[in-house]
């Protein structure tokens, strides 16, 4: 038999690794800039009314002092989720696309399989950080995201899932702390 750590030593170890550095950045940014955004919601059945996780992205964005250009909601085909990229991307005011919904396993969640064979460059990071937080709250169902970014058109994307507890982790503490960076070296 292997050495395996209890699930319990395994979760004190990683959260004693990731502690020190949570919230720190390697360098801080020269200056803040205002983002232009698209926030959109993958689902077949939410409205502008009862999309929860859309509009905390929105508010945490302008409570950041970033723009929302432009809000839709989309229903879960790749056909639709693709065309609003390329639409999007051709837009010259808009830096950011930020996606929510469809990243799980199940037949109709085909918004990461959209938006990764469009992606010129991707950002594994995101996806693993992301996982990585999102497994100190709910545990090993964790692994059941897709949640991913990238590059499409010199515009950057973010794929996360619907929940709004997700939504929150991954706008708070992984978007928001390198925005700014990432659209000024996509600007450069």
Do not use: W
Not at 11 to 18: G, M, P
Not at 106 to 133: C, H, M, V, W
Not at 157 to 185: R, W
Request: aromatic residues 6%.
């Amino acid at each position: 038999m292997g050495n395996f750590l209890p699930s319990s030593t395994l979760q004190s170890s990683l959260t004693s690794v990731a502690n020190p550095i949570m919230n720190s950045k390697p360098h801080p940014d020269k200056e803040e800039i205002i983002v232009n955004c698209a926030v959109i919601t993958v689902s077949d059945t939410l409205s502008r009314e009862t999309d929860k996780s859309g509009q905390i992205i929105q508010k945490l964005l302008t409570d950041s002092n970033h723009q929302i250009v432009t809000y839709k909601i989309v229903k879960d085909e790749p056909t639709a989720i693709k065309v609003q990229i390329v639409n999007l991307a051709a837009d010259p005011q808009i830096d950011v696309l930020i996606f929510n919904g469809g990243t799980g396993i199940a037949p109709r969640n085909t918004t990461y399989d959209a938006i990764s064979s469009l992606l010129e460059k991707t950002l594994p990071g995101f996806g693993e950080l992301f996982r990585f937080l999102i497994y100190q709250d709910i545990g090993s169902r964790a692994i059941a995201s897709r949640a991913t970014a990238g590059v499409y058109r010199s515009k950057l994307i973010f794929s996360l899932p619907g929940s709004t507890n997700a939504v929150k982790l991954a706008i708070s503490d992984l978007i928001l702390p390198e925005l700014t960076h990432l659209v000024t070296q996509l600007r450069n």
